[in-house]
């Protein structure tokens, strides 16, 4: 599925241990990558009031979201 095609309807559901409960509306069952999921899933069950993790790995998406958070770093 390329990167335009994902709708929030397409997105496999799980519960916090990562378990399956949905394949989303694509059907092909995509799966769960366990790994990341279990990086995931430790920062929801310890942080309750984060309701969304955006895991970046393309360099400019890495260094614009690094300075972002600097920025705010430095306000707070």
Do not use: Q, W
């Amino acid at each position: 599925m390329l990167h335009h095609e994902v709708t929030a309807s397409s997105l496999v559901k799980v519960d916090m241990r990562g378990d399956v409960l949905d394949v989303g509306a694509s059907g092909i069952g995509l799966g769960v990558n366990k790994l990341g999921f279990s990086l995931h899933g430790a920062v929801y069950a310890s942080r309750p009031d984060i309701k969304c993790i955006v895991h970046l790995r393309c360099p400019s998406a890495v260094a614009v979201s690094f300075c972002f958070f600097k920025h705010f770093s430095l306000l707070s």
